[in-house]
């Protein structure tokens, strides 16, 4: 898989795309999140064909586009969940690292989006990378299948704004690398 460093900006009201500041880097496999009309972050993902994880994290100003470095997550992590409780914190869930990912995490690295400050956030149930997250701000963040040398269909609730996660209802299928989208107001 090869690495891109462009990024598109989708225009939701014109249904548009368009170039705009480029990463840092060259990556895949990164997490994001989003502080809803202030700024969206990528934090991790990974370099040289998916063999080395990094621990990059990445603002971009929503007001003018640019990119800026903000706190680095606390291990090289990749294919891990972003999930937002916008106006307050930023969620990076497991992941894999070591060469191809292939050590999988189950630690949660929080980030305060009033001052973009890293801490310790609820670890997942289980070690794994290739969930997909899903958020439903003010209310709870959620991470649903993975990868842990199988397709998994566990699936974890984290309430906000305790941080407490719970165990939910499985998928009917076990899966892994699929895409999450959240509608706020209901159902994902």
């Keep these: 898989m090869a690495e891109l460093s462009s990024v598109e900006?989708?225009?939701?009201?014109?249904?548009?795309?368009?170039?705009?500041?480029?990463?840092?880097?060259?990556?895949?496999?990164?997490?994001?999140?989003?502080?809803?009309?202030?700024?969206?972050?990528?934090?991790?993902?990974?370099?040289?064909?998916?063999?080395?994880?990094?621990?990059?994290?990445?603002?971009?100003?929503?007001?003018?586009?640019?990119?800026?470095?903000?706190?680095?997550?606390?291990?090289?992590?990749?294919?891990?969940?972003?999930?937002?409780?916008?106006g307050v914190s930023g969620y990076v869930v497991a992941g894999g690292y070591g060469s191809l990912g292939a050590t999988y995490l189950s630690s949660t690295d929080k980030y305060d989006f009033s001052d973009d400050t890293r801490s310790a956030g609820t670890a997942l149930s289980s070690a794994r990378r290739q969930q997909f997250a899903m958020s439903d701000s003010g209310v709870a963040g959620y991470q649903a299948g993975g990868y842990d040398d199988n397709p998994m269909s566990s699936a974890d609730t984290f309430a906000w704004p305790s941080d407490t996660r719970s165990a939910i209802t499985a998928l009917s299928t076990a899966r892994y690398a699929p895409g999450g989208i959240s509608d706020a107001g209901g159902l994902a």
């Design 9 to 86: 900006k989708f225009t939701f009201s014109s249904e548009t795309a368009s170039a705009t500041t480029a990463l840092g880097a060259a990556l895949n496999s990164g997490a994001g999140m989003s502080n809803n009309g202030t700024a969206g972050y990528l934090a991790g993902g990974a370099l040289s064909g998916g063999l080395t994880p990094v621990d990059t994290n990445q603002k971009y100003a929503y007001s003018d586009d640019t990119r800026s470095a903000a706190t680095a997550l606390s291990t090289n992590r990749d294919k891990a969940g972003g999930m937002s409780n916008s």
